[in-house]
Each structure stands twice: as C-alpha cells, then as structure tokens.
C-alpha cells in the first residue's frame, strides 16, 4: 500500500532555530514530492515540488531534500520565524497508471515558533 | 494570473440533503482534482479530471460524484449526505502534465447536521 508518513506529528521551538521536518514514503516509484504549509482553515500552499530525478530543491529559508532510494524526504527551515508557524504536509505523486493528479499526503507535522 | 477558486466557502445542510460544490481552475490548467480533509482522516483523494474525463478515482463511495466543463471548471457533488461528509473540500488544479504542482484552492467547508 502507498502510504506517506510525516514526523514528528508536532514540534515547537524558539524563534531563529534551523529545525527539519521528515517525511518517509513506502515506493520509490514516484514521479516528485511536494511540500506544501496549511494555516489553520485555510488551503494548502504550495512550497517546494521535487521532481523524481532531483535531490534538492530550495525556495528562500526553506530546503528539501528526495532520497528515493531510502523513501525519504526531509525539509529543512533555517532560521525559523513566528510566521512559519502551521501545518506542513508532504504529499507524494506515485507513478502508475491509477496516479493521475493523485497526490497522497501524510498526516502533517503542526510547527509552532514562538518569540 | 488568478488562482483556483472554490465556491461557495461555507456550506451548512442537513443529513440526506444533497450539495454541490464548484472549482475554477487556474486559467490554462486542464486538470483538476479533488481532495476531502477531516481531522481524522486526514487529506484524501476523490477524483481527478482532465479534459473533461474522470481519469482517476478515490476509495469513496458512489455518491460522490463530479464532472469537467468544456472550460475546465469543475463541481463536485455529493447525494444523501451523511454527518461523517462533514469536511473540508479541496479542489487542486495543474497544467498539462500532472506531474507538475498541484495548486489548491481555498476549500469549501460543508457542516451536515
């Protein structure tokens, strides 16, 4: 079964700490991974894709790394600020032919900075 | 460029009632898809459209249903509503390919009482 699995499933640190959140997936047959960051009632933003063939990709404070071979991303926030505060989903596009425009999240990692 | 709309944003019905729920894409996507999030479950895949075809369907049951316009634009709906359909509804649209970023739209929130 292709399942996504993100931790920790909550973290809270000061502000201007560099933090990582993880993301692990079950089948390295995918297409990319996204990032995404939901405010509380809101809809998903999207923050950084990684296409299958890439390792990294970085937007700003924010970096991710795809290592498909050991079924994981990470995402890393330098520096982190109040308003980095939300829920950050990671969300895999499996390949195969029942995957058209199926995105399968996992469960959010709720990031709370404080001043 | 506008982004993916959703209307309307809140919605209140009543079990066995039935609600429809639209998406316009971003202008130029022909894919759309859409997603249900409760707090239990989570984020969880419908169906997807792509020019006006379903290409690809979620595990839900048959009265969840949706359709493609000509324009790309999309609607959801859902028969004999049930307390546990009470959810956010995300719609998400892409470009050509879907291997590309999916962009969500703000959510319609339903509330079955």
């Known amino acids: 079964k292709q399942e996504v699995t993100q931790i920790p499933a909550a973290l809270s640190v000061p502000e201007g700490e560099n933090l990582v959140l993880n993301c692990s997936f079950t089948?390295?047959?995918?297409?990319?991974l996204q990032w995404f960051r939901q405010d509380p009632g809101k809809g998903l933003t999207s923050l950084l894709l990684i296409q299958s063939s890439q390792r990294e990709q970085t937007s700003g404070r924010l970096n991710a790394s795809l290592d498909k071979s050991s079924g994981r991303s990470t995402l890393y926030i330098a520096a982190s600020q109040p308003g980095d505060s939300a829920t950050y989903l990671c969300a895999v596009n499996y390949a195969g032919g029942t995957s058209y425009g199926k995105l399968t999240f996992g469960q959010g990692t709720i990031l709370t900075v404080h001043p | 460029k506008a982004g993916v709309t959703q209307t309307p944003r809140y919605l209140i019905k009543t079990r066995g009632q039935q609600v429809t729920l639209s998406c316009s894409p971003i202008?130029?996507?022909?894919?759309v898809s859409w997603y249900q999030q409760t707090p239990g479950q989570g984020l969880q895949f419908l169906f997807e459209?792509?020019?006006?075809?379903?290409?690809n369907k979620g595990n839900f049951p048959g009265r969840f249903s949706g359709r493609q316009f000509s324009n790309s634009r999309s609607e959801m709906n859902v028969s004999t509503l049930e307390l546990g359909d009470s959810a956010l509804y995300l719609c998400?649209?892409?470009?050509?390919?879907?291997?590309?970023?999916?962009?969500f739209g703000p959510g319609t929130r339903l509330l079955v009482l």
């Open positions: 459209y792509f020019s006006e075809t379903q290409r």
């Open positions: 202008s130029g996507h022909r894919s």
């Open positions: 089948d390295s047959a995918i297409y990319n």
């Open positions: 998400a649209s892409t470009g050509t390919s879907y291997t590309e970023t999916q962009y």
